[in-house]
């Protein structure tokens, strides 16, 4: 049974800085992408960053680059989101996913199948 658990979230200041950490388990690792999404209060879930670490292939959401960085741990099985020059807008519930390779499409949360319980982010202003 795949099994996500996401930590590391919380309140922080406008400009600061937090981790993400999604624990995988139940599945190989290297047979999945794992991607971190997004849900504001009446919005739509969103793809921030997903990684598919076997191959190399990473991708963010334009909203995202140059300030959220994901990277893996495969020794832990774990997904981290380094998210800096953190804004009001990056204000949600943040979960993590995990796909079956090569069945995935960051930006189409629809198509993932395992999800975590999520995390909430609040960024004051």
């Known amino acids: 049974e795949v099994q996500l658990v996401e930590s590391g979230g919380g309140l922080v200041q406008a400009g600061g800085s937090l981790r993400l950490s999604c624990a995988a388990s139940?599945?190989?690792?290297?047979?999945?992408?794992i991607g971190w999404f997004r849900q504001a209060p009446g919005k739509d879930r969103e793809g921030v960053s997903c990684?598919?670490?076997?191959?190399?292939?990473?991708d963010y959401a334009d909203s995202v680059k140059g300030r959220f960085t994901i990277s893996t741990d495969n020794a832990k099985n774990t997904v981290y989101l380094q998210m800096n020059s953190l804004k009001p807008e990056d204000t949600a519930v943040y979960y993590c996913?995990?796909?079956?390779?090569?069945?995935?499409?960051?930006?189409?949360?629809?198509?993932?199948?395992?999800w975590g319980q999520g995390t909430q982010v609040t960024v004051s202003s």
């Open positions: 139940g599945f190989t690792f290297d047979d999945y992408a």
């Open positions: 990684i598919s670490s076997s191959d190399g292939r990473i």
């Open positions: 996913a995990a796909q079956p390779k090569p069945y995935w499409v960051c930006s189409l949360y629809t198509l993932w199948n395992s």
